[in-house]
């Protein structure tokens, strides 16, 4: 087995893993490495093809993969090693990560691990909504790979599941993807997303929007062909489509959290951690969206820029203590 050793060791390749990693070549951290289980760095941003990206962090209103493709570029030319279709598998010694990639299985010992593993949204099983499982059926992020990156089919009439920040990036892809919204329905009164998002969206895309409601039923066969609703008065209704999208409903991936014995939050599943980032666990650090609640993509890289510095405050003081 290959044995490697970094300064920091950095999982996930979404815009905090790779802000991070910037920032921690800028204060004179030698060796960042980040590793990417997709095939290309970039995280959710890459196939989320609409603007509205890099306001806070970059200062440009940028598209998604336009976003994602400048971090990367960043992060190549600041000399941080990227390595994709990589996976951590084993998680024993608290600095000591087992991987595995292209190359075979490899052992890196860092002076600092970092999760940036992101969230991904609750998927329809998650949720426990009865009826049928048939086709059409997606979250946000499976809908946008299937638009821009497989560039697949969807469907003629969608329901949006969830008034999230991300339910209005579903409904711009259907859009892209010729797929009419029927409806938006969320179980809380309003929605959660930016002020005048649900005024100019039901402007343009012309939709019914449904709060205090919720999702009873599925049903079709081979494809999904109409949701059954209840509202907050209990009144049953139908609507008919052939195309669902679950959206929001977070769960941080908290995978690499719980293989480690990190302390995590029983309320959001998320690590705990202290106003520098450290977990339960000296010299671990997770940032980004794996810390619940949910924050955009530039929030994360101005949050991952703060952190960094007490990353690489964590390196110094480990190497001057390994040479004294």
Not at 261 to 284: A, C, E, Q, Y
Request: aromatic fraction near 4%.
């Amino acid at each position: 087995m290959k044995i490697t050793s970094v300064d920091v060791l950095i999982i996930g390749g979404g815009p905090a893993g790779l802000a991070a990693a910037i920032e921690l070549k800028k204060l004179g951290i030698k060796d960042v490495r980040i590793i990417e289980r997709e095939a290309q760095a970039g995280g959710v941003p890459r196939h989320s093809n609409h603007p509205g990206y890099g306001l806070r962090d970059l200062y440009r209103f940028m598209t998604g993969p336009n976003y994602a493709k400048a971090y990367v570029s960043q992060a190549l030319s600041a000399g941080v090693v990227i390595s994709t279709s990589t996976t951590a598998t084993q998680w024993g010694d608290d600095l000591v990560v087992e991987l595995s990639g292209p190359d075979g299985v490899e052992r890196v010992q860092a002076k600092a691990v970092v999760l940036a593993t992101g969230a991904r949204e609750r998927a329809r099983n998650a949720r426990m909504i009865p009826g049928a499982r048939p086709a059409g059926i997606y979250t946000t992020g499976s809908l946008q790979q299937a638009v821009f990156l497989s560039h697949l089919d969807i469907g003629t009439k969608a329901v949006i599941v969830g008034a999230e920040h991300v339910s209005f990036s579903a409904l711009m892809t259907l859009s892209h993807a010729h797929v009419k919204t029927i409806a938006m329905l969320t179980h809380q009164s309003g929605h959660q997303s930016v002020p005048g998002a649900l005024a100019l969206s039901k402007l343009i895309y012309r939709y019914r929007f449904l709060d205090k409601s919720e999702i009873v039923e599925i049903i079709g066969s081979s494809r999904v062909s109409a949701i059954k609703i209840r509202d907050v008065h209990g009144n049953l209704s139908t609507i008919e489509c052939d195309t669902i999208i679950f959206t929001g409903d977070w769960i941080p991936d908290n995978e690499m959290a719980r293989r480690g014995s990190l302390v995590i939050d029983p309320r959001t599943k998320s690590p705990m951690v202290n106003t520098s980032f450290v977990t339960s666990k000296p010299g671990v650090f997770a940032l980004g969206n794996i810390l619940l609640p949910i924050k955009s993509a530039d929030q994360c890289a101005v949050e991952s820029r703060r952190a960094a510095k007490a990353i690489a405050s964590h390196v110094v003081s480990v190497s001057v203590a390994s040479k004294g």
